[in-house]
């Protein structure tokens, strides 16, 4: 286990409505980045948050929105949800942006949506 | 733009076989990383290894090793005498050096190790 948490574990919702993923980081770490892993592909980078701020950005829509708080858990929110939003959500933490520091991924939220 | 290729979709062996898997990566950047990551069927990913890209020392850690050659962007992994518990879809994945600790995955490839 890697100390990083997510809620929910599965998740089915309807196309137009809107979600919101949590991700609680392991103790200390400071840096949260989120992931999109639809079925039988790679994870796709989507954004990276850094002392609450905003530290980098994939190429998905503004639809797909974060947050990350004092205590550094973050947030994923996704507006006006597609079909094509079906997938597994990972978050992963580390300590700082360091590329030495290891991220640690969390098991993953899988989103459904019909 | 960087890009990561795993060609091997799927491999099936039979427990005790060496494999090697994959990866051919493509980027500008002179300075950069490559991972490789386990993901059991659970989904959570489990870090294996990180190389920089100044840093060409194939690696053994146990029954896993990696071939890391710049000469032709790749960053081969290899296990020995596999065993069932290795069954899992593994990625390779690149990330500049600088800015965000943004991963490009390449699109994995699952194992399966038969008893």
């Known amino acids: 286990e890697t100390g990083v948490t997510q809620s929910p574990t599965h998740l089915i919702k309807t196309r137009g409505q809107q979600v919101t993923l949590r991700c609680s980081s392991q103790?200390?770490?400071?840096?949260v980045s989120w992931y999109q892993q639809a079925l039988g592909q790679g994870p796709q980078f989507i954004f990276q948050?850094?002392?609450?701020?905003?530290?980098g950005r994939g190429n998905f829509p503004p639809r797909f929105s974060g947050l990350q708080f004092p205590n550094y858990s973050s947030e994923l929110n996704v507006n006006a949800l597609e079909l094509d939003d079906s997938a597994l959500y990972l978050c992963?933490?580390?300590?700082?942006?360091?590329?030495?520091?290891?991220?640690?991924f969390g098991p993953g939220t899988r989103l459904t949506v019909l | 733009a960087q890009k990561v290729t795993q060609a091997q979709t799927e491999i099936s062996v039979v427990e005790k076989e060496d494999v090697t898997l994959d990866c051919v990566y493509e980027?500008?950047?002179?300075?950069?990383?490559l991972f490789w990551y386990k993901q059991p069927p659970s989904g959570e990913l489990v870090f294996l290894i990180r190389?920089?890209?100044?840093?060409?020392q194939n690696e053994i850690s146990g029954r896993y090793s990696w071939n890391f050659q710049k000469s032709t962007s790749s960053f081969n992994f290899t296990i020995t005498a596999s065993q069932v518990v290795d069954s899992a879809v593994y990625f390779c994945?690149?990330?500049?050096?600088?800015?965000?600790?943004?991963?490009?995955f390449g699109q994995g490839t699952r194992l399966t190790i038969n008893p």
């Open positions: 992963a933490s580390s300590l700082e942006t360091n590329r030495d520091n290891e991220q640690f």
């Open positions: 103790s200390g770490h400071n840096t």
């Open positions: 948050y850094y002392r609450e701020e905003e530290n």
């Open positions: 980027t500008r950047d002179t300075t950069y990383y």
């Open positions: 190389r920089n890209s100044f840093d060409e």
């Open positions: 994945a690149l990330s500049e050096a600088w800015g965000a600790q943004k991963l490009v």
